[in-house]
């Protein structure tokens, strides 16, 4: 597993980060793009790179994973910092990523004539994610990787989300959620191809997890709120189309994440469908760059709807 992925090149890939979400490990719109395609394809190792994210969204989600606007639309503005590094244990592939988000979220409300917005910016809540491979994924040096031949793979991910993040209950937006999540999930790829850097390598990807949410004592209403957990289910198609440009199909269904206030529930729970594509060039072996569209083509009344678009550059250190 790479820090976190590599990219198809005339050489050896150059090293990027997911996430993850993260996010993957991400800002509500990015996170309903999910950890994205390729994110936790092999590398070799060790390795070290630096990501840089821009993320840019609209529609009725905040800043954090799981948080809906219940009124209003949304426009999210920011970006990652994150440093990834990549390493052999047992035999195996891992990598550990420190990622801290930063932006602005503003809320925009129409009653009648008359409109009004709600702002807020700062930094976000740093995430701490590791993956770690249990099925092909083999700890390879750079010599060996060019002759690696992938198929099935299996990963474990776990991401800890640090409430360090702006927060304000009198907020109807905000870029922290006032308490701790963790995040656990289990990525799944078979490539179809020669190598990784082979021109045409096609993979089929599947990405489930799960996060669980604390509790947060100083909610917008009330004074406890709790939150059901959140699952997500994430695939990709992707394919190679030549030595340095590859392309992705994406698709993510979030279902769950129900809130309770003062132990009344709030009967929001969440359903929503997003399809979405990336293209993705090597432009050298040690940078690369991906740009990312998501838009939600189902959902229900209190699901994440919208739009957005990430952009990726992957500096392999």
């Not at 070290?48 to 989600?61: C, E, I, P, S, T």
């Not at 905000?174 to 082979?198: I, K």
């Not at 340095?244 to 199909?249: K, M, Y």
Request: contains cysteine.
């Amino acid at each position: 597993m790479s820090a976190q992925r590599p990219r198809p090149a005339p050489h050896i890939a150059a090293l990027c980060a997911g996430a993850g979400l993260v996010f993957l490990l991400l800002s509500a719109p990015a996170h309903s793009q999910g950890e994205g395609p390729r994110a936790y394809i092999l590398g070799p190792v060790p390795a070290q790179a630096l990501n840089v994210y821009g993320m840019f969204g609209r529609g009725n989600a905040s800043f954090n994973p799981g948080s809906v606007v219940a009124s209003g639309e949304v426009d999210v503005n920011g970006g990652i910092i994150e440093y990834a590094h990549s390493f052999a244990l047992a035999g195996k592939a891992g990598s550990w990523l420190v990622s801290l988000p930063f932006g602005e979220a503003i809320r925009s409300i129409s009653i009648g004539s008359a409109s009004h917005t709600d702002s807020r910016s700062g930094i976000g809540d740093m995430q701490l994610t590791a993956a770690f491979g249990l099925l092909g994924s083999p700890a390879l040096s750079e010599k060996d990787y060019e002759t690696y031949r992938p198929r099935f793979a299996v990963s474990l991910l776990s991401r800890l989300y640090i409430p360090t993040g702006e927060y304000d209950r009198n907020s109807p937006v905000n870029l922290g959620q006032n308490r701790w999540a963790l995040q656990l999930g289990l990525p799944l790829a078979y490539y179809f191809g020669e190598s990784f850097s082979d021109p045409s390598l096609t993979s089929l990807e599947l990405i489930p997890s799960v996060i669980w949410y604390g509790d947060n004592n100083e909610p917008a209403s009330g004074n406890h709120s709790s939150q059901a957990p959140l699952m997500q289910l994430e695939g990709h198609w992707t394919r190679n189309l030549n030595e340095s440009w590859w392309v992705a199909l994406d698709s993510i269904f979030i279902q769950g994440g129900e809130t309770t206030t003062d132990g009344v529930s709030d009967h929001n729970r969440q359903r929503s469908f997003a399809l979405g594509a990336t293209a993705s060039v090597a432009v050298s072996d040690a940078v690369s760059a991906t740009l990312s569209y998501t838009q939600e083509v189902s959902r229900n009344n209190t699901g994440v709807g919208g739009r957005a678009i990430r952009l990726l550059a992957e500096f392999s250190l």
